[in-house]
């Protein structure tokens, strides 16, 4: 028989058992994690296929996992890929104070309800990610401000857009609000027919240079 001294460190905010057993003079360590914990829901090919098919590599993956968990960490640990309701994703900060939150949901929401699963957040947060192309980046814009799912950004979609960068904070007269989406069209609408098509629109976003650095997201 021999005595057995259990010692708990932290790492990466994990308890960690050590146990450092003395038979005679021989020395073995024994790293044990607690059941569940340190170990990855995810197995190296699914990994592989999530880095193939996102902007991230397999450590921003499994980083995004772990912050899709935080949202609601007893469904998620459970179920890796759990659907979680629109009213729990927007809890995600960098959402939570964007305009077009609900929008944002939807659009990337496989259901088109606004409620995601992991793999419809991953996809959102690589495509507002600092790697994602700008042509990536304009075609989710462009089905973002597209209110009515036309395949057109016409004048009421250019007025949603306008009234929700504005905020509750600034209330423009009505006939302020036409003006500047009168502007808008007079600037972009190449075929005068009162909408932007989606190349009108990604006109605009190859002459905006800061257009990738305000279309982003951090994890």
Same mark, same amino acid.
């Given at each position: 028989?021999?005595?057995?001294?259990?010692?708990?460190?932290?790492?990466?905010?994990?308890?960690?058992?050590?146990?450092?057993?003395?038979?005679?003079?021989?020395?073995?360590? =024994?790293?044990?994690?607690?059941?569940?914990?340190?170990?990855?829901?995810?197995?190296?090919?699914?990994?592989?296929?999530?880095?193939?098919?996102?902007?991230?590599?397999?450590?921003?993956?499994?980083?995004?996992?772990?912050?899709?968990?935080?949202?609601?960490?007893?469904?998620?640990?459970?179920?890796?890929?759990?659907?979680?309701?629109?009213?729990?994703?927007?809890?995600?900060?960098?959402?939570?104070?964007?305009?077009?939150?609900?929008?944002?949901?939807?659009?990337?929401?496989?259901?088109?309800?606004?409620? =995601?699963?992991?793999?419809?957040?991953?996809?959102?947060?690589?495509?507002?990610?600092?790697?994602?192309?700008?042509?990536?980046?304009?075609?989710?814009?462009?089905?973002?401000?597209?209110?009515?799912?036309?395949?057109?950004?016409?004048?009421?979609?250019?007025?949603?857009?306008?009234?929700?960068? =504005?905020?509750?904070?600034?209330?423009?007269?009505?006939?302020?609000?036409?003006?500047?989406?009168?502007?808008?069209?007079?600037?972009?609408?190449?075929?005068?027919?009162?909408?932007?098509?989606?190349?009108?629109?990604?006109?605009?976003?190859?002459?905006?240079?800061?257009?990738?650095?305000?279309?982003?997201?951090?994890?």
């Amino acid at each position: 028989m021999y005595n057995a001294v259990r010692v708990q460190l932290f790492i990466a905010k994990l308890p960690v058992y050590i146990i450092i057993q003395k038979p005679g003079v021989c020395f073995c360590l =024994c790293i044990l994690y607690k059941m569940g914990q340190g170990k990855s829901q995810f197995t190296e090919e699914e990994l592989q296929d999530y880095e193939d098919l996102t902007y991230f590599t397999k450590k921003e993956v499994l980083y995004a996992h772990t912050r899709f968990k935080a949202l609601a960490p007893e469904k998620v640990g459970h179920n890796k890929n759990a659907k979680l309701p629109m009213a729990k994703i927007l809890q995600y900060p960098e959402l939570r104070v964007n305009p077009f939150r609900d929008r944002i949901c939807k659009v990337f929401s496989s259901s088109s309800d606004g409620d =995601c699963t992991f793999e419809d957040f991953l996809d959102m947060m690589s495509v507002f990610s600092d790697n994602a192309p700008k042509a990536v980046k304009a075609e989710h814009a462009f089905r973002i401000f597209d209110f009515d799912g036309d395949d057109m950004i016409g004048v009421s979609d250019l007025r949603e857009v306008i009234e929700r960068l =504005c905020g509750p904070e600034l209330q423009l007269a009505d006939s302020e609000l036409q003006q500047l989406v009168q502007n808008v069209l007079e600037e972009a609408d190449l075929d005068d027919d009162g909408a932007l098509s989606f190349a009108e629109f990604e006109h605009i976003i190859d002459k905006s240079s800061d257009f990738t650095q305000t279309f982003r997201i951090r994890l």
